[in-house]
């Protein structure tokens, strides 16, 4: 087996991440079934800045998308992370952490402030993501609204509600 590879997309990439994010996302409990269309609606925006793919074999098996969101208080240079996938059969290997790992290294080499996440403080807390309660989101349960920050020099410590792209709603049906 070759060793696991990370690497930014690439054209000829698109329809695997758009399957296996499908796939990964079928049936999961918090899945509207929209992510693999949000990943395109950001693509078609321009607001993919960090968007990762994990090649196994030859295979991709993972992507991790990271995408602007805004603050109302002005605070510019944070990021949203997600949507991130892994193919089923490929799951618990590593795959989506190493994923994580390098997209964070990927903001901060933009000069990113920090990333936001909404997801499971179970598996997103070991990167050094926190609930921070000066950062709220509508639609989900606070605990599970996370926030690194990069600590910049000049960063400031961001307040206020979070907003995503709008091609996160975009996907949405009807939307
Ligand atoms: C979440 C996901 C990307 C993790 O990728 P992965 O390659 O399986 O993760 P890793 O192998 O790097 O890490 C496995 C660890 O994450 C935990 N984990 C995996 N999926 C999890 C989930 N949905 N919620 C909480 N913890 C999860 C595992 O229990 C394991 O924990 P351990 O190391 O303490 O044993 C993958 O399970 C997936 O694609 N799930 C469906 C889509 C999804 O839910 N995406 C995230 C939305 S926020």
Not at 59 to 85: K, N, Q, R
Not at 140 to 147: D, S, T, V, W
Request: proline share 6%; aromatic share 10%.
């Amino acid at each position: 087996m070759k060793p696991l590879v990370i690497r930014r997309e690439e054209a000829g990439d698109v329809a695997a991440i758009r399957a296996l994010t499908a796939d990964a996302f079928r049936g999961a409990a918090h899945s509207d079934g929209t992510e693999h269309r949000v990943i395109d609606a950001l693509r078609a925006s321009g607001e993919l800045p960090v968007s990762l793919v994990a090649e196994l074999d030859g295979e991709v098996a993972g992507h991790v998308a990271f995408s602007p969101v805004s603050i109302p208080d002005g605070t510019a240079w944070w990021y949203g992370l997600g949507p991130l996938a892994v193919l089923p059969l490929r799951q618990s290997a590593g795959i989506g952490s190493a994923l994580v790992r390098r997209g964070l290294d990927e903001l901060r080499s933009l000069g990113a402030a920090g990333c936001v996440v909404l997801g499971d403080p179970a598996f997103y807390t070991r990167f050094g993501f926190a609930h921070d309660a000066a950062l709220t989101f509508d639609g989900a349960p606070a605990e599970y609204f996370l926030a690194l920050n990069f600590e910049r020099v000049d960063g400031a410590r961001p307040r206020g509600r979070v907003s995503y792209s709008r091609a996160f709603f975009v996907a949405k049906p009807g939307g």
